[in-house]
């Protein structure tokens, strides 16, 4: 049973275009949520995370959403570079140091 | 910022045979690491919980005796995958939280992952 899900396996998108990549989850006791990038055969690198307190949240070209009652997210990349292209994966976690439940992830191409 | 460094990256081994995996917090102290393993094209799915100085606590499904887990110290956790097989072949990741920073809601910074082949 997923907590957290990435629908959409993959997405191309034309450089200086908007990029939006949506994520699901089902438990509601899930309170901080991260987006991580992640090229092949390497770890995850953080990108940008939303606590459950706040319904947005910016950093540079990166804006994630939150919508509570929905249980959705989505990270916006604007404008899309090509240097963009990897694996993005939503994550979700409970308080307190606890582990991260990871969505499948979504394969973003940004085409020149 | 916080660095997780995980040693080998990649590492190919016989079946049969045993194999570790070290996992380092270099600039922070984690009481608490994750360990997890990717699949061609899944999801991360988390394997163990090291705690320093106590036993690690393991996913369901997870064979506690052929992953062994060892987190000796504040920085440093090591899972050996003991009598290899080809279906351990994968993408093992670690993970830990730099919770100095007083906040509990801290992204998990990860190591560069160690890509097991076993022939």
């Known amino acids: 049973d997923q907590q957290v899900k990435q629908n959409s396996p993959s997405l191309s998108v034309q450089e200086g275009r908007i990029s939006i990549l949506n994520c699901d989850y089902t438990n509601s006791m899930f309170d901080y949520f991260l987006w991580y990038k992640k090229y092949p055969a390497e770890g995850p690198t953080f990108l940008i995370s939303i606590s459950s307190i706040k319904d947005k949240n910016e950093d540079g070209r990166f804006t994630v959403f939150l919508n509570k009652s929905a249980k959705h997210l989505s990270l916006h990349i604007v404008p899309s570079q090509p240097g963009d292209s990897a694996v993005y994966f939503c994550?979700?976690?409970?308080?307190?140091?606890?582990?991260?439940?990871f969505g499948k992830g979504t394969r973003l191409s940004v085409i020149a | 910022g916080a660095v997780v460094s995980q040693h080998p990256s990649w590492v190919i081994c016989k079946s049969g045979t045993s194999v570790k995996i070290e996992c380092r917090s270099l600039d922070f102290q984690a009481t608490t690491m994750f360990w997890y393993r990717q699949f061609p094209k899944q999801s991360l799915m988390l394997m163990a919980t090291s705690n320093e100085g106590s036993k690690a606590t393991y996913e369901q499904g997870v064979e506690k005796d052929k992953f062994l887990i060892n987190h000796a110290s504040l920085t440093l956790s090591t899972l050996t995958v003991t009598s290899a097989h080809p279906e351990d072949s994968s993408f093992y990741i670690c993970?830990?939280?730099?919770?100095?920073?007083?906040?509990?809601?801290?992204?998990?910074?990860f190591g560069q992952g160690t890509r097991l082949t076993v022939v």
């Open positions: 993970s830990a939280r730099d919770l100095s920073r007083g906040a509990s809601d801290t992204e998990a910074f």
């Open positions: 994550a979700a976690s409970v308080e307190g140091n606890t582990p991260l439940v």
